[in-house]
């Protein structure tokens, strides 16, 4: 069975840049994965940042981009802010209409 | 406002059933893939179960296979997710969630609406 992988926590300083990364238990995650990343804040529901890689959703401020790196899927945030302090999720596309969401990275900004 | 409004969680003994519900308003319902997404509580998202934009094409993760059935109702706007043979692995609470697919130069999906929730507790 397939695992998406992604960091536990990780910490920023404000005014820092931070990357996320989205990995695969097994493989590489590339392109036609069409990774997307989610951010959730206690209490409330996911809300999307990037899709299909590299694409912000609507709203979402520049300081958030999205690559791949190497084998991995990665969301990177610069000039972290202390609102970006929340949950953060990878989800993959693995074919036949299967999603696999990664288990979450909790990003502390301090 | 455009918006996802799930109902019908609550608690329910192992082996048990239970109907979410989701209700879909300001947008063309009938126009759009649909999923369900649960999260158990302090845990990660956990995709669960698609539907395509008519119904004819479902999907499940193996989790929930052969106990959950999703189902819409596009005269209504709903989307429905019967859950039958409960465990209580399957306490979490569940999102109704849209997915929004295109084509802009390279085909795109990814998950753009998402309702507040509605809770499952299977317990005894």
């Known amino acids: 069975q397939t695992v998406v992988t992604q960091e536990p926590s990780f910490s920023v300083s404000p005014g820092g840049t931070v990357t996320l990364t989205c990995g695969l238990s097994?493989?590489?995650?590339?392109?036609?994965?069409?990774p997307s990343w989610y951010r959730q804040t206690p209490g409330q529901a996911p809300r999307t940042l990037i899709y299909?890689?590299?694409r912000r959703s609507s709203g979402v401020p520049d300081r958030f981009s999205g690559s791949i790196l190497g084998n991995k899927a990665a969301l990177t945030i610069t000039g972290a802010q202390a609102d970006d302090d929340s949950d953060y999720y990878c989800v993959l596309y693995m074919g036949s209409g299967i999603w696999v969401f990664g288990g979450g990275t909790k990003l502390t900004v301090l | 406002e455009v918006q996802l409004v799930e109902s019908g969680g609550g608690l329910v003994q192992p082996g048990g059933s239970l109907r979410l519900s989701c209700a879909a308003s300001?947008?063309?319902?009938?126009?759009?893939?649909m999923n369900w997404v649960r999260q158990a509580p302090g845990k990660g998202l956990e995709w669960i179960s698609y539907i395509s934009s008519r119904g004819y094409t479902i999907y499940y993760a193996d989790s929930v296979k052969g106990r959950f059935t999703i189902s819409r109702d596009n005269a209504k706007n709903s989307l429905h997710l019967q859950m039958n043979s409960l465990r209580v692995e399957d306490t979490a609470l569940y999102y109704c969630?849209?997915?929004?697919?295109?084509?802009?130069?390279?085909?795109?999906?990814?998950?753009?609406?998402w309702g507040r929730g509605t809770p499952v507790t299977v317990s005894s």
């Open positions: 097994s493989g590489s995650v590339s392109t036609t994965y069409y």
């Open positions: 300001e947008f063309t319902f009938s126009s759009y893939e």
């Open positions: 969630v849209r997915l929004h697919s295109g084509y802009d130069g390279s085909p795109y999906w990814y998950f753009d609406l």
């Open positions: 299909s890689t590299n």
